[in-house]
């Protein structure tokens, strides 16, 4: 349904022996409740709006083939051809989706020296910043979409449509706190039940109406716009409903593999859908009337309502991987340095990628009720909702053929037209939708734009900050040279600085040197990187220099999809060689006041916006999980 970043809920992938078909199987079933829960649930209502939404064509003979034959060869352009056999070759370390892409596509390597491009780096930022729209809008169509097959049993449930889902949604939020490895057992299996569900329905149409297999001809597609010419092209916003959450598939290979994901996709998810959507455009060729809700007039009368019970599980798996995928990106940003310290709770103690973060949930509970709300239908949530899933599919497309060039060394003659013609598709799907911004389109665009300009302050942010400490540090050679002629007072225990810059003196040594003139026997100065891969190896993590007075430099590296601990950094420390004992180690943080100003930096208001965040941001001391009882702050005011 929509292009998700990675999802927490996944399981870690395990390494596949040649011959483990066994373990590719059970990780094929895992992913059809996480990939696929997303595209799975297309079918409630793509088909639909081609023929009844604002854009929509009547429902004869021909449009009927032709809206097929152009979902059919969607999904095989789009989902089976770009991204199974291209997009997902392009994998950060094992890692998928448009973060872990940007990381890959941004920096263009010339022997030692390394390049950063800032249009490279802002596309993918804006595409990430997208999927925060989608993680509002496909909870909210997804359930929508499926509580609203009540309303085809009997016109007295159209009331209850609204508040209803919205119990459903707010149920879901409250459970995120517990974590997803319970709930997460049962979403691959009830998803093959799901799947299997769509497959017998259509066949049952299918069977009694062979002729609508003539839509697989792509001819039939190409009819379709001579004859329709600019309202078809309009039509093709409703088709491209039946692929969004293609990019599922690249988010979450890391939790799963590409070959589990790729047996899963061609056995079983592209056949019942397939085979769904046939049944439906059978079922409009005998009566055309039922392109008011086709997917649940496939059903018969005694099975409606389990159909809706079956519609709304799936649609809540759905939901959950964009809001547990919400999370994911949430730390990735965090951790990349786009995005202020924020809350992370482990909801699972062997799954380290299970995740709950408080404040990003309680934002999107409020938004999508809002949505419900205001949209009232999954109808006019559609309007809404392929204006962001074209452009960051676009945006994929155009990283992707950064990492070709770069990386994979593609001369340009074979990259360049595998790429157009992918560009040629995502272009013609955003134009089809781009007139819907009036109607709903400009909800998704609003939200980027607003998440994208605070990630983009905030990195901005933290470079001038770190610029005008750099500036007013002292060179910490300059410091241990002074030493000689005039030695501080040494006191017994270890003192740990934590500073962001791996070779200046950290100000806050400084201050505790000037205000209280003494110097503990043993001095480290931490520094936390983050690096453009998605985990660091354990024996990587941490790297020891010692230095002359009794100072020791300590840089630990942790991935974008990795959360820094200080406990696991001193753990290892010690592996290294490093002594200390904790109940006589005191951590020195500083904590800068921010006060805006008119030199050269960034404008007033975001140098106020950045102000803001810094206040709001969790503290170090909490999100590093430093011992509190151990920690000194001390303060400092800086210009930006």
């Given amino acids: ?125 804006f595409g990430a910043a997208l999927l925060y729209g989608d993680g509002l809008i496909t909870p909210a169509i997804s359930v929508l979409s499926a509580v609203e097959g009540l309303s085809v049993a009997t016109p007295l449930f159209e009331d209850y449509i609204r508040p ?33 569900a769509l497959a017998v329905l259509g066949l049952k149409e299918l069977v009694q109406t062979p002729a609508v297999l003539g839509a697989l001809s792509p001819t039939m597609g190409v009819r379709f716009f001579l004859e329709n010419r600019g309202h078809g092209f309009l039509v093709l916003g409703g088709v491209f409903l039946s692929v969004t959450g293609g990019e599922a598939l690249y988010a979450d290979m890391g939790h799963f593999g590409v070959r589990p994901i790729k047996w899963a996709w061609f056995s079983l998810v592209l056949p019942a859908l397939m085979l769904n959507y046939m049944g439906q455009g059978a079922l409009l060729l005998r009566d055309p009337h039922t392109a008011r809700n086709p997917f649940f007039l496939l059903a018969p009368d005694w099975a409606l309502y389990p159909l809706v019970v079956l519609a709304t599980g799936a649609a809540v798996i759905a939901a959950q991987a964009l809001i547990s995928g919400a999370f994911s990106i949430t730390q990735q940003a965090i951790q990349l340095g786009y995005t202020p310290r924020l809350e992370v709770v482990h909801t699972s103690a062997e799954a380290q990628g299970q995740i709950y973060l408080p404040g990003v949930n309680w934002a999107l509970l409020v938004g999508i009720i809002l949505l419900v709300m205001g949209f009232k239908s999954s109808t006019n949530l559609a309007a809404a909702y392929g204006i962001a899933v074209t452009t960051t599919m676009t945006i994929t497309t155009v990283l992707a053929y950064v990492v070709a060039r770069e990386r994979w060394n593609v001369s340009r003659a074979v990259a360049l037209p595998i790429a157009g013609v992918f560009l040629l598709v995502d272009l013609s799907f955003f134009g089809a939708n781009a007139v819907k ?33 750099r500036t007013s540090s002292m060179p910490l050679q300059q410091l241990l040279g002074s030493f000689g002629d005039h030695p501080p007072v040494r006191v017994p225990g270890t003192a740990i600085f934590m500073t962001g810059n791996p070779e200046g003196t950290p100000p806050a040594l400084l201050h505790n040197l000037k205000h209280n003139k003494v110097i503990h026997e043993q001095v480290m100065l931490l520094t936390i990187a983050s690096e453009d891969v998605p985990h660091v190896p354990p024996e990587e993590r941490v790297e020891v220099i010692r230095l002359e007075e009794g100072f020791v430099r300590v840089i630990s590296r942790y991935g974008f999809m990795e959360n820094p601990s200080i406990p696991d950094i001193l753990k290892r420390g010690r592996e290294k060689g490093l002594q200390f004992n ?53 303060g400092a005011q800086v210009e930006l």
């Fill in 437 to 469: 911004i009036a109607a709903g389109g400009w909800f998704p665009l609003v939200l980027a734009l607003c998440v994208f300009t605070l990630m983009t302050t905030w990195k901005r942010g933290r470079d001038i900050l770190a610029t005008r400490l």
């Fill in 164 to 196: 209803l889902a919205i119990v459903i949604l707010v149920g879901l939020f409250l459970l995120q706190r517990r974590g997803t490895a319970g709930i997460g057992a049962i979403f691959g299996p009830f998803m093959v039940v799901w799947f299997v």
């Fill in 1 to 125: 349904m929509t292009a998700s970043p990675p999802s927490s809920t996944s399981i870690p992938s395990v390494p596949q022996a040649p011959d483990g078909r066994k373990r590719v199987a059970a990780l094929a079933v895992g992913a059809l409740g996480i990939v696929f829960g997303d595209i799975g649930t297309s079918p409630l209502y793509a088909l639909r709006e081609c023929f009844t939404g604002d854009h929509g064509v009547a429902p004869t003979h021909d449009n009927v083939l032709g809206v097929l034959s152009l979902i059919f060869w969607a999904l095989i352009v789009v989902v089976s051809v770009k991204y199974v056999v291209f997009v997902m070759r392009a994998d950060n370390r094992g890692e998928g989706g448009i973060l872990a892409l940007m990381a890959l596509a941004m920096q263009r390597k010339r022997g030692e020296e390394v390049k950063v491009r800032p249009v490279v780096v802002t596309l993918g930022l």
């Fill in 582 to 634: 904790l109940m006589s180690t005191s951590f020195f943080l500083g904590r800068e006041t921010l006060i805006p100003s008119k030199k050269p930096g960034m404008a007033m208001w975001r140098e106020a916006l950045f102000a803001w965040m810094s206040r709001n941001a969790r503290s170090a001391t909490s999100y590093f999980r430093i011992p509190p009882n151990r920690v000194v702050e001390l």
